[in-house]
């Protein structure tokens, strides 16, 4: 695992309250002063970046060095993100994490606002750029992304449609086969950069209602977007595939639950973001252990926390991995920088062994009808007696390997089976579908952008984090327009959700009815002479 470690200019919370900076780099080392002993210590990544001072705004708002300490968007992304494109095109699994405490700048360093694009859209830009560069007819690509946030231990798809989600949210599965897999995840091709954009921008905007509604805070969240990049090529007529998953993991904040604030569902919460972030750590903490040949038995706790259980390959296994650590430059967040910088020494310990991934597609349609095969001639042996033997060790041995879990007396073996085989059977159809076609039937990219013009009346939402706000818009071009929840009657215009609001919230009406729109206001012309009476 490589590491990273980036700290920001201060914020204008910050500035308010006269800050002083307690951190230094120099060179690879980073450098930090208790503010009480005045103190350094000193840790040392394989990169740090310097973002606090020395750069200029332009009038786009694009950040840029004025002299040569500065570390912009550009530099990041040419030592991170061009790293992991490397990887990626070599047939390695790669991931990329952003930890650090909310503000810190994950999502800047990930994602980005305005001119200073993140690694995230860079990369994906590159991505095609490099694709479209080496395409031949005897080499060609397939991409494919999905997009998913754990809140809450609670896994939700971030490109379903938000009325048609599980309220328990999707299952985490375990196969030989297919490895640890998220149940009914929605995969979707892309064919260029700009369906990419869409889809990711689609998966913000569910982000933001979901944060509404729940009235929960993003920055409790984690969210992970999966790449999945494949390559063929022909090589003396026969077609060899290479792929990989990138995964681009934003991670919750790291910061420790104030308790004295917190309300009983928040102090739930917290406790089990913050077990995803602990498992995270404990993860962390076994594989350095074992990275430097201690504690060779010792199990690694992935199966603790949804986040560890979706991420244990990038983790531990199969994965070149980075782990980018955003630091606050301010003293008054001393505790919080120096946990992430504590976090981050420990990461760097570890070793995965990643391996290039070859051919995989027509070895596992054969390996999962296999599967299947032995999971109905288990289900038909167990059933023969009418009943499945709960308590036969020998049985629930079996079941294990086949990645389900059962404990005496708990749940229904005979349904895990059952859904077992109907995942398998699914998937086999599912990858037997070609990649063109699956394009064809997903027109999710084509929909039209829809135009969000802020100088005619709109809502749009504010949320505490940067990333997610006025990610919702909804024009008021017309009028009467009713605001409410689903069941409101008469049925709303805009349906919202969220704490505090009606079924029947309120109403926009608008005089003169028509709108100072460009047609609107060439139609008013013409019928200004009989002002209609009932306006
Ligand atoms: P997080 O995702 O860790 O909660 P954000 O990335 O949203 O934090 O950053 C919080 C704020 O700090 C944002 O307004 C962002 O623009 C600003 N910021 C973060 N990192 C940088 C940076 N390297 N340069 C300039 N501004 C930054
Ligand atoms: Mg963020």
């Known amino acids: 695992v490589k590491v990273a470690v980036r700290v920001r200019p ?69 030592q991170l993100g061009k790293e992991v494109l490397d ?30 694009k993140g690694i995230v859209p860079k990369a994906m830009n590159e991505v095609f750029e490099r694709m479209k560069a080496t395409t031949t007819k005897d080499k060609w690509y397939e991409v494919s992304v999905s997009m998913l946030e754990i809140y809450n231990e609670c896994v939700q798809d971030l490109l379903a449609d938000p009325d048609k989600r599980p309220s328990k949210g999707l299952n985490i599965r375990q196969s030989k086969v297919r490895g640890v897999y998220v149940q009914n995840l929605s995969q979707h091709p892309v064919p260029s950069f700009e369906a990419i954009e869409k889809i990711m921008e689609e998966g913000n905007k569910n982000r933001s209602i979901g944060s509404t509604e729940m009235n929960k805070t993003s920055s409790r969240a984690h969210t992970i977007i999966t790449l999945s990049f494949k390559q063929f090529e022909i090589i003396d007529g026969k077609t060899t595939e290479r792929f990989s998953n990138i995964n681009l993991v934003d991670l919750a904040g790291s910061e420790r639950a104030k308790s004295t ?20 750590g404990q993860v962390i ?47 008054l967040n001393y505790d919080e920088s120096l946990n992430t910088l504590k976090y981050a020494e420990r990461a760097k310990k570890v070793k995965n062994v990643a391996v290039v991934n070859e051919s995989a597609q027509d070895k596992m349609i054969r390996e999962l009808r296999e599967e299947n095969d032995k999971l109905k001639k288990l289900l038909m042996a167990a059933t023969q007696g009418g009943a499945i033997d709960m308590n036969d060790p020998d049985f629930l041995a079996r079941l294990g390997a086949f990645g389900i879990e059962s ?19 699914k998937e086999v159809k599912n990858m037997e579908i070609s990649w063109k076609d ?42 009467p327009i009713h605001v409410g ?29 028509e709108l100072p729109k460009e047609e609107a206001k060439e139609e008013s012309q013409e019928e200004e002479k009989e002002p209609d009476e009932s306006e």
């Open 285 to 331: 903490n076994v594989l350095a252990e074992k990275s430097m040949g201690n504690k060779k038995n010792a199990v690694v706790p992935y199966r603790e926390s949804a986040l560890t259980r979706i991420l244990s390959n990038a983790l531990g296994g199969n994965s070149k991995t980075i782990m980018i650590c955003a630091i606050s430059p301010a003293e």
């Open 407 to 425: 404990k005496p007396g708990t749940n229904n073996p005979e349904e895990e089976i059952k859904e077992k085989l109907e995942d398998n059977e």
């Open 10 to 78: 201060f914020n204008d919370r910050e500035k308010q309250k006269n800050p002083k900076c307690c951190i230094k780099m120099q060179g690879p080392s980073t450098l930090i002063t208790d503010p009480k002993t005045g103190k350094d210590r000193t840790f040392t990544f394989d990169y740090s970046f310097w973002s606090h001072d020395g750069f200029t705004e332009e009038a786009d708002g694009l950040l840029v060095p004025s002299g040569t300490q500065y570390d912009d968007q550009e530099k990041v992304y040419n």
């Open 87 to 116: 990887n990626a095109w070599d047939g390695y699994h790669c991931c990329l994490f952003a930890y650090g405490q909310t503000g810190s700048g994950k999502s800047y360093s990930m994602i980005g606002y305005g001119a200073n």
């Open 261 to 280: 604030k917190a309300t009983k569902e928040r102090l739930k919460e917290g406790c089990n973001i913050n077990l995803s972030l602990t498992v995270l």
């Open 485 to 513: 929840r689903k069941t409101g009657n008469p049925k709303p215009t805009i349906t919202i959700g969220g704490i505090g609001i009606l079924p029947n919230h309120c109403v926009f009406e608008m005089e003169p009815k």
């Open 438 to 479: 699956k394009l064809e039937e997903e027109k999710k990219w084509e929909n039209e952008r829809e135009v969000q013009d802020k100088t005619l009346p709109h809502l749009t939402n504010l949320n505490e984090d940067p990333q997610l706000s006025g990610m919702l818009y909804y024009n008021l071009l017309e009028s």
